[in-house]
């Protein structure tokens, strides 16, 4: 697929912190890229780098082969923006505030009208365009958040957290919108601490600590290369791992056990086999276990997302 | 930018703090301290007097007494002087005249008495009393001195002469129909509010950092220039619109004489000018909203102090009204007073309205500096 935006070797300080260091990047137009990471980790700053909000120091931001510091104006047009704030006037309805985003990109009359039913609609909330946003639930102040960054039909839609402390209905419908902005041909950046939601909706992805590009790709090829392969096992006796070459490790799990090792199914036929010939003792349960983002974080930095 | 204006003046009409603060609060203060000083221009002193004497003399004093413009006699015999001095002493009466015994027959012989007893804490309301009783004492004097001249053969004319002041003290008072307390109240709490103007705009402004709008909307095809005009030409129509609603409210409640319209008109420009500039200014110079509304009140009532918005300035120290010059608080009102009291035109307020113009000029300056520092802090 055609590149959309390339970032290259950009490096961030506010004063002596260096907040970006030497990220490079690529992103496939009509795809949806996860940046994930934990609090701090550089997300926020590189999507405002990649609107413009923040001036581009060293390396170099391109969308569609300009540069953004040079063609801002461009950007700007091309370019939707969700912040992980709520930025939204409350006082105002939800049409208002449409109204005035739709404004700011010099959309006026029947235009306007149209584009805001048609954000509205996608969002859920035609029913309550004139009430006050304020009176609105989280998850519906997000939505409109979404809504107010689509009404000059941006070819990048960039999301900053989008789904923080919302209910899961509102974050299967924002989940909704953002697979049919991507079935559109709207290129996605999504960033987030949230590993499931990469996991559902990306397709590549980079993963962010400290400032430092730790990992990118595209799910699968992260997953098969940094997570590790296990099985799960849950038998009343002690299993010993030299009965078992391929085991490279073991760590006490739950009621279980997990079993580390390269090729996890013929582990996992080895142990039915050795339990239905009673070498082993009964076992109450065995599963594949599913290489997850998680780990994949665990095992690249030592520390788990969410404790963060 | 159209956008950026009408969403702003949305924001403001649904802001009842804006509507309070700018609108209702002035309104207020015209209201309540014009009914006050209306009261006081009709207020009459109570003279207390106790007659001891009680003889034709003594009542034709305190008839001469109550006929005097703005004094009320009240008879105190009820009670003895002894009892009504303690009430003196407690701060219970302010005052109390005795017209002592024997006043008519001393009036004959030249040494009749009066006591006048007073609280000194109380010397405003009972210096007036004892300054007509002296008047009084001297018309007597004066009787006293005709009938000696007239016993030895002066005519009416010379005696007319001879009783009168080597000084005469010719009164003129210009501009007497438009001088009222509302010339003070209405043109001073308006100067003085316009001035909160200051305090919206420092706080709409920290709503727009700390929200983070002010970063989103960098992601948008607006201009920095854009966004600032747009949030001041609100804040500069609402002054306007203040303005209107107060001086109206002076013109056609309490028949403010309102002068020159096209001064007036000009000088409401140059206030909202200057007015929204400060603020402007005050917002992107300030390191919190706090700070912001610290300095507001500090600029707000320590000008209006200084300036005369809320008493002529010219009671103050005169080291205080040098302080006055340097307020645009001060410029205001005086402009507006010389349009409404004294029938200036815009050929005496130039220098005015061109002060009002440069404070209003060098916000907006400044403000412009200030700005690309302040969307820097903004985006982060």
């Known amino acids: 697929m055609k590149t959309i935006l390339d970032v290259d070797d950009l490096t961030k300080t506010f004063g002596t912190n260096t907040v970006l260091d030497h990220i490079s990047f690529s992103i496939s137009r009509g795809s949806c890229y ?15 780098l990649l609107t413009g909000i923040l001036e581009t120091p060293t390396g170099s931001i391109k969308i569609l082969g300009h540069d953004v510091a040079t063609a801002r104006d461009m950007v700007q047009k091309v370019v939707g923006y969700v912040p992980q704030e709520i930025t939204l006037y409350e006082k105002l309805s939800a049409e208002d505030n449409l109204i005035f985003f739709g404004g700011l990109y010099g959309l006026k009359g029947k235009q306007l009208k149209e584009r805001i039913r048609t954000v509205l609609t996608d969002t859920g909330l035609l029913d309550r365009a004139n009430d006050l946003v304020k009176t609105f639930s989280g998850g519906m102040k997000r939505r409109i958040n979404i809504a107010s960054a689509l009404l000059h039909e941006p070819q990048i839609l960039i999301l900053d957290e989008p789904t923080v402390g919302i209910d899961p209905q509102s974050r299967n419908h924002i989940f909704g919108m953002i697979r049919r902005l991507r079935d559109a041909g709207v290129t996605i950046i999504y960033s987030t601490h949230y590993m499931e939601e990469v996991e559902a909706l990306c397709d590549e992805l980079a993963i962010l600590d400290h400032g430092k590009m730790i990992a990118q790709g595209s799910l699968s090829d992260i997953l098969d290369r940094f997570s590790q392969k296990a099985v799960y096992i849950e038998n009343q006796n002690a299993l010993g791992a030299e009965a078992y070459p391929a085991i490279k490790k073991i760590t006490p799990h739950h009621q279980g056990l997990i079993l580390e090792c390269d090729q996890p199914l013929s582990l996992m036929r080895q142990l039915l086999d050795d339990a239905a010939a009673g070498k082993i003792g009964p076992l109450h349960a065995i599963e594949l276990m599913k290489p997850s983002l998680e780990d994949v974080f665990l095992s690249l930095t030592g520390t788990r997302l969410r404790d963060e | 930018m159209i956008a950026m204006v009408i969403k702003e003046l949305k924001l403001m009409a649904r802001e009842k703090g804006n509507f309070f ?6 309104l207020i203060f015209i209201v309540v301290f014009g009914s006050i000083f209306n009261q006081a221009n009709s207020q009459t002193l109570t003279v207390s007097v106790h007659d001891l004497d009680q003889t034709a003399a003594s009542k034709a004093l305190i008839k ?20 009504q001095v303690k009430q003196i002493k407690a701060g219970k009466l302010s005052s109390l005249v005795v017209i002592d015994r024997g006043f008519s027959a001393g009036l004959r012989n030249g040494k009749a008495n009066l006591h006048f007893y007073s609280d000194a804490a109380e010397s405003s309301e009972t210096a007036p009393i004892q300054a007509v009783l002296k008047n009084i004492v001297t018309g007597y004097q004066q009787q006293k001195l ?23 003290i010719q009164s003129v008072t210009e501009n007497s129909k438009h001088v009222d307390f509302m010339s003070q109240i209405v043109p001073g709490y ?6 909160f103007i200051m305090n919206s705009m420092v706080r709409r402004f920290f709503q727009e950092k700390d929200s983070g709008m002010i970063a989103r909307l960098q992601s948008t095809p607006l201009s920095p220039i854009s966004y600032l005009i747009g949030m001041w030409v609100p804040a500069f129509l609402s002054v306007i619109i203040q303005c209107t609603v107060l001086l109206a409210t002076g013109y056609f409640f309490y028949h403010l004489h309102l002068g020159n319209p096209l001064a007036v008109t000009l000088i409401v420009l140059c206030l909202a000018l200057c007015g929204t500039g400060l603020g402007l200014c005050l917002a992107l110079v300030v390191r919190s909203e706090n700070q912001g509304l610290g300095i507001t009140q500090l600029l707000t009532l320590g000008g209006a102090i200084v300036a005369g918005l809320w008493f002529p300035s010219d009671i103050l120290p005169s080291f205080a009204q040098k302080i006055g010059y340097f307020t645009p608080q001060y410029w205001a009102m005086s402009s507006l007073q010389d349009v409404m009291i004294r029938g200036y035109g815009l050929s005496e307020i130039w220098l005015n309205l061109l002060v009002l113009l440069l404070i209003g000029l060098a916000g907006l300056a400044v403000a412009l500096i200030r700005f690309k520092p302040f969307l820097r802090a903004a985006a982060h």
């Open chain 2, 190 to 195: 308006t100067v003085m509010f316009v001035f």
């Open chain 1, 34 to 48: 996860g940046l994930l990471g934990p609090n701090g980790a550089g997300k926020s700053t590189t999507m405002k």
């Open chain 2, 146 to 168: 005709a009938h000696v001249l007239q016993a030895h053969g002066e005519t009416e004319a010379q005696i007319k002469q001879t009783l009168m002041a080597p000084i005469q």
């Open chain 2, 21 to 26: 603060f700018l609108i209702l609060m002035p």
């Open chain 2, 64 to 83: 001469q007494i109550d006929t005097i413009k703005g004094f009320k006699v009240t008879q105190e015999n009820h009670t003895s002087v002894a009892n």
